[in-house]
Nanobody
């Protein structure tokens, strides 16, 4: 399994970024994929997840209406479009392959994790 998250960077509050999670070995073809984040000194928290076919999505309350998760099965890539970014969105964002086909919100529902990408939002 090889997941690679990319697209992070430094952005001003109110700005946008799009993260990508590339599944180079097509491990997640029949599985949900989730995005999580971890800020310094804090525990990893759920951000968003999408089902194997993209038909079901789940979001953390803190990002609803601002973030959108999607997946391109032909490209084996899951995206996280982040709009109206806030300072508190600053964290390392990681993607993970779920144990099941439907999205889960708990870290225990994920089996493979990729390296993260840093998102820094300046206030």
């Amino acid at each position: 399994v090889q997941l690679q998250a990319s697209g992070g960077g430094l952005v001003q509050a109110g700005g946008s970024l799009r993260l990508s999670c590339a599944d180079s070995r097509r491990t997640a073809s029949n599985n949900a994929v989730g995005w999580f984040r971890q800020a310094p000194g804090k525990e990893r928290e759920f951000v968003a997840a999408i089902s194997w076919n993209g038909g079901n999505t789940v979001y953390a309350d803190s990002v609803k209406g601002r973030f959108t998760i999607s997946r391109d099965r032909a490209k084996n890539t899951v995206y996280l479009q982040m709009n109206s970014l806030k300072f508190e969105d600053t964290a390392v964002y990681s993607c993970a392959v779920g144990l099941r086909s439907l999205p889960q919100t708990q870290t225990s529902g994920y089996i493979y994790w990729g390296q993260g990408t840093q998102v820094t939002v300046s206030s």
